[in-house]
């Protein structure tokens, strides 16, 4: 049978974490696409658990809990939650409303995260991290290994004591890129959809040269413009910017002017 929809006929490769990424394939799966699940980054356990336990058994001293993505909230809430419940003047906070989803499905309710943009800078809009509101207060920040230091630096200067928890660690693919070359060669690879820089820059770094002029002609599409802008310093044109989230990326596709 011949799939339908405004995505028929074509492939997009989801590159999420492999935890991550099923939401966005079944959508693709919806209107119509296939989809090929290639995550750009592995997802790990911290090499060393210890800060995670110290933060979990001192977890009441906190006024803020920030939780960088879902991967940041699903390895960090098994050690959290091992002492005890939530404790109830804890605020959680996260960036992207994905987290805010994740967090709620396992009891953890009234967390502040951004509504329109979904990065620090709009994480610091909020009034809950104001310079009077954490002034003085100890704030954990969980996260990967590495990360941009915008928001542990931004409430430094608001006063706040700033504890950072690497509770995960990212690596580039294990597998290799022998599957998105193939589906290239092909001609069987559409677009590529991309919501990480930094699993970006593990892509074109595994490319060879003919992976590389494959991935300049294909359409690329990311939710973010700052990985707009990385794409476009690692040499890449043909860069579409979607509104946020799964929505807005499958919303980038769906309008997309597709070569017939």
């Known amino acids: 049978m011949t799939s339908r ?4 006929g074509r492939t997009i490769v989801v590159t999420r974490p492999q935890a991550q990424a099923a939401p966005l394939a079944e959508a693709i799966m919806a209107a119509g696409g296939s989809p090929l699940i290639f995550p750009l980054l592995e997802i790990s356990p911290a090499a060393d658990p210890r800060p995670l336990a110290e933060a979990a058994a001192r977890l009441g001293d906190y006024a803020v ?5 879902p991967n ?3 390895h960090a809430l098994p050690a ?3 002492p005890g419940p939530w404790p109830a003047t804890l605020i959680p906070a996260a960036v992207g409303q994905g987290t805010v989803k994740f967090l709620a499905e396992r009891g953890i309710d009234g967390c502040i995260a951004p509504t329109e943009r979904f990065d620090s800078e709009a994480l610091l809009e909020l009034p809950e991290l104001a310079a009077e509101r954490v002034v ?6 969980f996260r990967g290994d590495g990360g941009r230091e915008l928001l542990a630096d931004t409430l430094r200067t608001r006063g706040a004591t700033i504890d950072c928890i690497t509770c995960y660690h990212r690596s580039g693919p294990s597998a290799g890129v022998a599957p998105l070359i193939a589906a290239w060669r092909a001609s069987r690879l559409d677009a590529l959809t991309v919501s990480s820089s930094e699993g970006l ?3 074109v770094d595994a490319l060879d040269a ?3 002029a494959f991935l300049q002609k294909t359409p690329l599409f990311v939710p973010h413009a700052r990985i707009a802008e990385n794409a476009r310093a690692l040499g890449l044109s043909n860069i579409i910017l979607t509104a946020a989230a799964d929505a807005g990326i499958l919303a980038g596709l769906v309008a ?3 070569p017939a």
């Open 72 to 74: 940041a909230a699903d």
């Open 256 to 258: 997309y002017n597709w």
């Open 65 to 69: 809990a920030v939780f960088i993505s």
């Open 80 to 82: 959290l939650l091992a």
């Open 201 to 203: 820059r593990y892509l």
């Open 210 to 212: 003919e992976g590389r």
């Open 136 to 141: 003085g207060k100890r704030v954990a920040i």
């Open 5 to 8: 929809g405004p995505l028929a």
